[in-house]
């Protein structure tokens, strides 16, 4: 059956598959000077992956889940099954990038095929399955028309047509950070990337098995492919949460035309529930301290005006979602099975859904749950084009004005993916490095670390221990009451008899004093260098024993 789609498939991996082995091989690299990274999303989001690689690969087993590297004390709930994965490659000999790189590209080229696979099963069209991943990986919305404008209007030269920042970034307004889905979620964020691949391949399973009872053609392999399907849906509590929550949607309205088979669905849904449960409760539950994680917001981001949020959506999506809305009502004409529909359809509940809860403090998190509708709107968009495509010229001239205006301000994002020279900035200098090998292999694993509240402290990122803070947003985003925290560490720097108990009420072993802690903490390193030993200095740091504290 497979063989017919090779040609598809073929064109899919030469090209979509070359951009991303290309991409990921240039995203991070590993030199003599120090950890490079080839965007600023990278540098930004894998200091944490970093971190929790290194815990998988340095630390021993009955340590990677007492402490999240942010917030000593903390629950780990961060999904982890990427950075796992890459953890243990790095603990058998291979280096920090490569372990990053190669996982990253097995996983870009596992999802075009689970693309491509949910696209055929539902539209029975390999030009629309082709048509709706190429959507996909475009999405941007309108805002190359802005940009065209400017670049018509300054006389810049053909050289100058890629942009030189994210034209579809809508921050102020909206809280939208990046318009382009490879820009800001399947590069920078390790658990979308291999949490959409087990979504999507569950998808698959579970579409395939329907597309033989559509037929009514026996298939005697359904209960396996349906437990296959089951089990990677399983899995996605410790590998991507707001996937997790958008399959749930997804497969359930999907399954419920065909709610008569439910002694097979059930090959499905049983592993699925029993183990996401298990998994969930072991490695998730209990570690959200803040009691307003959630919330409703109606309208997520957009004014308080219907006129507001229509003018958000046409910003941020353009086109697509009207699109898809006609889509639907074709499909419907053309009597397309009611589990497909159902399937579509379910992708706006999750649009609706991210429109009324915010599922996490930062509002910007919700655009995961948007990315998946956007995936089932590209669907119902490919259908919609297609179908003009078979017209006259007229229809033709639109689907082709159609397709410029979904894939236009993607194409100019991803262009200016591979300005690598432009995008580079290091993560981690060599002296960052060293100084977490020393921590690491010189103090106790459980260890807590006084340094000041960052992203990508080498004590968290190269030493493996947890830091009383990192970036508050962050920490803050993961659920943790971290305010008193974030007030009492410019105390502990200060020194005195009330930076003494506050060391001891937080069990700090360790105190770093560098140039960050000197100059966002004014740290008085007089204190500390009087009070208490020193067991690591470098040009740009020393490291204070104050254990003392604590035996005290």
Aim: proline share 5%; glycine share 8%; hydrophobic share 50%.
């Amino acid at each position: 059956m497979w063989q017919r789609h090779r040609a598809s498939i073929g064109l899919l991996l030469s090209t979509w598959g070359l951009f991303f082995t290309i991409l990921f091989s240039k995203i991070i690299e590993l030199t003599p000077e120090g950890l490079y990274a080839g965007h600023v999303h990278v540098w930004g989001d894998w200091s944490l992956h970093v971190s929790l690689a290194h815990i998988f690969a340095y630390k021993s087993p009955g340590e990677w889940f007492i402490n999240h590297p942010y917030y000593a004390g903390g629950k780990l709930t961060y999904p982890f099954l990427a950075n796992m994965i890459s953890g243990l490659l790095v603990r058998v000999g291979m280096s920090l990038d490569l372990a990053f790189i190669i996982p990253s590209i097995v996983f870009s080229l596992a999802l075009l095929l689970v693309m491509y696979g949910v696209y055929y099963l539902v539209l029975r069209s390999q030009k629309g399955a082709l048509l709706a991943v190429n959507f996909f990986l475009l999405a941007s919305g309108p805002g190359f028309i802005n940009w065209l404008y400017h670049w018509f209007s300054s006389g810049a030269a053909w050289a100058d047509v890629i942009p030189k920042y994210d034209i579809t970034r809508l921050e102020k307004e909206y809280q939208w950070l990046a318009g382009n889905f490879i820009n800001g979620m399947l590069m920078p964020q390790r658990a979308f990337l291999i949490g959409m691949v087990l979504a999507a391949g569950s998808l698959v399973c579970l579409l395939y098995v329907m597309s033989f009872w559509e037929t009514k053609v026996r298939f005697r392999h359904q209960q396996r492919i349906l437990l296959l399907g089951g089990v990677l849906a399983a899995i996605l509590p410790i590998t991507h949460m707001h996937s997790f929550i958008a399959l749930v949607i997804v497969a359930g309205l999907t399954c419920l035309p065909w709610w008569k088979k439910w002694q097979s669905l059930a090959w499905y849904v049983i592993p699925a529930g029993i183990i996401s449960t298990i998994l969930y409760f072991s490695f998730v539950a209990g570690g959200i301290e803040n009691p307003n994680f959630m919330q409703i917001r109606i309208g997520w981001t957009a004014p308080d005006t219907i006129l507001g949020w229509f003018y958000m959506w046409w910003r941020i999506y353009g086109v697509m979602i009207p699109l898809a809305m006609l889509s639907v009502g074709l499909m419907i004409k053309d009597r397309m099975p009611w589990y497909k529909i159902s399937f579509i359809t379910s992708f706006f509940v999750i649009f609706g859904l991210g429109n009324i809860i915010q599922f996490q403090p930062i509002a910007w998190d919700n655009s995961k749950l948007f990315l998946w509708s956007y995936f089932g709107f590209s669907a119902a968009a490919a259908y919609l084009i297609i179908t003009y495509f078979d017209r006259k010229w007229l229809p033709k001239l639109m689907g082709v004005f159609l397709c410029l205006m979904l894939v236009s301000s993607g194409l100019l994002e991803i262009a200016r993916l591979y300005q690598f020279d432009q995008n580079r900035i290091m993560m981690s200098s060599v002296e960052d490095i060293h100084l977490g090998e020393f921590v690491r292999n010189h103090t106790p694993e459980s260890a807590r670390f006084l340094t000041e509240p960052t992203h990508n402290h080498p004590v968290m990122m190269w030493g493996t221990r947890p830091i009383l803070l990192g970036y508050p947003g962050w920490a803050w985003n993961f659920g943790f009451l971290y305010h008193q925290r974030e007030a009492d560490i410019p105390r502990m720097y200060q020194g005195g008899s009330a930076a003494l108990e506050l060391l001891r009420h937080y069990q700090i072993e360790y105190v770093v004093v560098g140039s960050g802690e000197l100059r966002s903490q004014k740290a008085n390193e007089g204190f500390f260098s009087s009070q208490f030993p020193i067991v690591y200095s470098s040009p740009h740091y020393r490291v204070y024993d104050v254990r003392s504290l604590i035996l005290n």
